[in-house]
């Protein structure tokens, strides 16, 4: 059993789960909205939402409610019949972007790897055998399986890992020139996060997203962006191209689509939403009635809460008062960046951004590190002001507390 404690750090071991991890060093027992809980009751303000998954918080009772009486009616059946939690979730997301089919699993992992084979399927059965290359962006990240690894660009994640699968490029993130060159008759898609989360959290610009647009469109590639950090509402509006304004052939979904509940979702537009043909590409679990159930209650509670405003005046709130952090302590920190409720607060050497979040426990709030040093914060989206101001308290004290060393 793990001693809860304030100050806990880093722990590598526990006795039988698999080491692939550095986990801290708490026992987290219970959640409720934006409140963490470990064994001895000590209490985080939660600023990471399970990495951008719990945006409802924790325990939302409607979702609780929600799972508990799917559970009790039908837990799973498999994708050789149709049932109405998955059925009626496609039906929602489709009227939600206007897209026309949906193909869940389980990950943003498996999302990815779903429009992978997609990009791929689609151009063979254009005809064109040869267009099979996945072009994805420098400093990408888009999941651990094989084909998701593959269009991640993070050498640490490959190292040991190799041969990765073939047919995969990457190309400066942020660079039309580079986009321009890069995208040629082979290109089957371009697979872009519209903010990267992984590396720290890294807005695309609009005009990167639009001449990816125009570019794939000349060309003949898709274009699909992986949404499953920046999507459901974490920018503002439910899905992150409608904050650029630039529409994907298809998109991918996990994390907060059923507010915690393991569901990934590849959801396309025009002819390669039929690309795909029975036997194509399934699997056991994907949108089970129990996770389908909770994104269903997820979507018709956000319209409830008016989410999107909230997360505009929130996120706006909690930027600035990162941006203050950082203006007061410009030789720690440089000024945060991000949009809505995904933002970042670059740390600068020889200052460490996991050194923060080790401290953060001791003074109650849970942070976390992303890409090279960066401060990632991706909260509940209903985080309430007092929470933020709550937070930047916290914020404060914890990073006094590093400093002191
Ligand atoms: C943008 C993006 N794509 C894909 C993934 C992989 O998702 P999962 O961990 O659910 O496989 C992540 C996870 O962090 C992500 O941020």
């Not at 898609?189 to 570019?215: I, K, N, W």
């Not at 949009?339 to 109650?364: C, N, Q, W, Y």
């Not at 991706?378 to 004290?397: F, N």
Request: glycine share 10%; with cysteine.
């Amino acid at each position: 059993m793990l001693q809860a404690s304030r100050g806990a750090r880093l722990v590598t071991t526990h006795p039988h789960l698999m080491a692939n991890y550095g986990r801290l060093e708490i026992n987290i027992v219970r959640g409720n909205g934006c409140w963490l809980y470990d064994e001895s009751g000590n209490s985080y303000l939660d600023l990471v939402a399970g990495i951008a998954v719990c945006a409802l918080g924790h325990a939302h009772p409607r979702i609780a409610r929600a799972v508990a009486e799917q559970a009790a009616t039908l837990v799973h059946v498999s994708n050789l019949v149709h049932h109405e939690p998955a059925g009626t979730l496609a039906d929602r997301l489709a009227e939600l972007s206007g897209f026309d089919a949906v193909f869940f699993c389980n990950s943003g992992s498996e999302a990815n790897e779903a429009a992978i084979k997609l990009a791929r399927k689609h151009a063979w059965r254009g005809g064109e055998r040869d267009r099979n290359v996945i072009l994805a962006a420098k400093g990408s990240f888009h999941g651990r399986t094989m084909g998701a690894l593959a269009a991640t660009d993070n050498p640490a994640y490959h190292e040991g890992f190799e041969p990765l699968p073939r047919g995969f490029a990457h190309v400066a993130f942020n660079d039309v020139a580079a986009l321009d060159a890069a995208i040629g008759p082979t290109t089957a898609c371009f697979l872009v996060e519209p903010v990267q989360g992984e590396s720290g959290v890294v807005p695309a610009t609009r005009e990167y997203l639009e001449a990816a647009r125009r570019l794939c469109d000349e060309r003949g590639a898709l274009l699909i962006f992986d949404e499953v950090q920046c999507g459901m509402g974490r920018l503002g509006p439910l899905f992150a191209f409608e904050h650029f304004g630039v529409k994907p052939d298809a998109f991918t979904l996990a994390k907060s689509l059923a507010n915690g509940l393991p569901i990934g979702a590849l959801v396309v537009r025009g002819d390669a939403a039929s690309s795909l043909k029975p036997g194509d590409h399934g699997t056991t679990f994907g949108g089970s009635p129990v996770p389908a159930a909770a994104a269903l209650e997820h979507l018709k509670i956000r319209d409830v809460l008016d989410l999107e405003e909230h997360v505009r005046v929130a996120g706006a709130l909690l930027r600035a008062e990162l941006a203050a952090i950082a203006t007061e302590l410009d030789t720690v920190f440089e000024q945060p960046r991000g949009i809505g409720l995904m933002l970042g607060l670059p740390v600068r050497e020889p200052h460490v951004a996991k050194d923060f979040v080790a401290h953060g426990l001791d003074h109650g709030v849970f942070l976390n590190a992303a890409g090279r040093n960066t401060l990632r914060f991706v909260p509940p989206l209903i985080i309430s002001a007092d929470e933020i101001r709550d937070a930047a308290q916290r914020l404060r004290a914890t990073i006094a507390a590093t400093l002191r060393g």
